[in-house]
């Protein structure tokens, strides 16, 4: 009986200390202006651990995934980041020059031989020198591209505007070569719709920085979408299509991951769109018991579980849902949801300060984590 309580005391010490630490970590919830030091400081910590050498930059990836997924983390690392310095550069009009020179670095990082190595593995060619070939490459060479837009976007000179122009020529006629204007991901594969819509973006801005080119493949792109690849019962992007046919996949699943995802990067496209698929993607995923956040499943409960995408369920929500979800919730000024969803995230990553600089304990795990969160966080439009 006296172990027992001394558990319970135990317990209920810790639940209160987390209780307070949340709540001194979230005081400056709400919006841009509020969050400015907390945002800055985040972005300090990537700075200082993904802006390194390429191979350090991989190894900070869990050897545990694997030596693909090191290299797509390290990927989604640097393009996020760079998603974030446009971001803070556009939300806040300060260094300007700095970020420029930031984004440069990972640009950079994204196209040496050590980070391009898990997409030339899988196809076994090397993406950029095989630029006038018919092979995919769709999610390796749009990450580019959407970085170098991103560069371009803030005042970034024309160093890259070559690369940038064959990129996006190569990625739409790989496009207009298919039946169906998708690209899967890796060979044997079917096509994962968050991937592809990185192509659109980074397509949709070549076409605004450039005088509307490869504007009608855009357009092309999303009309399919909004006539084909809605799932019935949800009218939610697919998460997933075949290779060369038009349908779905047979029972393919509308995945919480994917569809907050999906409707992040249809802000940078079709914001009327992407506004009626986040809509909807509240009315079947999103959670508000216990703590707020984004489900995995729609139509089934999960309250404890594993999930590939996701990573681990508990209660229902999906971790990688959530953080992706922060994204539309914040394009779209949902402030009072976006502060009980980055709640949820402190509850669940708890932030670390030291030396000026902070960031989630879940970082020091997965560091790419940290940089989908300070992007999502930050969403705004690039005008």
Request: glycine share 4%; with cysteine.
């Given at each position: 009986m006296k172990v027992l309580l001394i558990v319970l005391l135990v317990i209920l010490a810790f639940v209160v200390v987390k209780a307070v630490w949340v709540g001194i970590a979230t005081r400056h919830h709400g919006g841009f202006a509020s969050e400015k030091e907390d945002i800055l400081s985040?972005?300090?910590?990537?700075?200082?651990?993904?802006?390194?050498?390429?191979?350090?930059?991989?190894?900070?990836?869990?050897?545990?995934?694997g030596p693909q997924f090191q290299g797509e983390?390290?990927?989604?690392?640097?393009?996020?980041?760079?998603?974030?310095?446009?971001?803070?550069?556009?939300?806040?009009?300060?260094?300007?020059?700095?970020?420029?020179?930031?984004?440069?670095?990972?640009?950079?990082?994204?196209?040496?031989?050590?980070?391009?190595?898990?997409?030339?593995?899988?196809?076994?060619?090397?993406?950029?020198?095989?630029?006038?070939?018919?092979?995919?490459?769709?999610?390796?060479?749009?990450?580019?591209?959407?970085?170098?837009?991103g560069y371009k976007q803030i005042g970034g000179d024309g160093k890259y505007d070559d690369l940038y122009r064959r990129l996006c020529e190569t990625m739409n006629r790989r496009l207009l070569?298919?039946?169906?204007?998708?690209?899967?991901?890796?060979?044997?594969?079917?096509?994962y719709v968050p991937d592809m819509l990185v192509a659109i973006v980074a397509l949709s801005l070549y076409s605004q920085q450039n005088d509307g080119e490869y504007r009608a493949t855009?357009?092309?792109?999303?009309?399919?979408?909004?006539?084909?690849?809605?799932?019935p019962e949800t009218q939610l992007i697919s998460s997933f299509l075949p290779d060369e046919t038009m349908?779905?996949?047979?029972?393919?699943?509308?995945?919480?991951?994917?569809?907050?995802?999906?409707?992040?990067?249809?802000?940078?496209?079709?914001?009327?769109?992407?506004?009626?698929?986040?809509?909807?993607?509240?009315?079947?995923f999103l959670q508000r018991k216990l703590m707020t956040g984004f489900k995995e499943y729609y139509?089934?409960?999960?309250?404890?579980?594993?999930?590939?995408?996701?990573?681990?369920?508990?209660?229902n929500l999906s971790p990688t849902g959530t953080a992706f979800g922060v994204g539309s919730v914040t394009f779209f000024e949902d402030w009072d949801l976006r502060k009980s969803m980055l709640r949820t995230g402190e509850i669940a990553g708890t932030t670390w300060?030291?030396?000026?600089?902070?960031?989630?304990?879940?970082?020091?795990?997965?560091?790419?984590?940290?940089?989908?969160m300070l992007a999502m966080r930050t969403a705004t439009e690039w005008k």
């Open positions: 985040r972005r300090d910590f990537l700075l200082e651990k993904v802006m390194t050498s390429p191979q350090q930059l991989i190894d900070e990836m869990p050897r545990l995934v983390w390290a990927l989604y690392s640097c393009s996020m980041l760079s998603a974030a310095l446009v971001n803070t550069t556009l939300i806040y009009g300060e260094e300007r020059e700095e970020n420029i020179a930031r984004i440069d670095s990972l640009i950079k990082i994204v196209m040496s031989p050590e980070l391009r190595a898990y997409d030339r593995e899988r196809w076994d060619e090397d993406p950029l020198e095989t630029l006038d070939g018919d092979k995919s490459h769709v999610s390796y060479l749009s990450h580019l591209a959407w970085m170098i837009g070569d298919t039946p169906n204007m998708n690209l899967p991901t890796y060979p044997d594969e079917g096509v855009v357009q092309n792109w999303i009309e399919q979408a909004k006539q084909q690849w809605l799932d349908g779905m996949y047979k029972n393919a699943p509308i995945k919480g991951s994917y569809t907050a995802l999906s409707c992040y990067y249809l802000t940078f496209v079709d914001k009327e769109f992407a506004r009626d698929q986040y809509e909807k993607q509240k009315v079947h139509d089934r409960r999960c309250w404890l579980g594993m999930d590939i995408d996701a990573g681990p369920i508990i209660c300060h030291s030396h000026g600089k902070s960031h989630y304990l879940l970082a020091d795990m997965a560091l790419v984590g940290e940089a989908i």
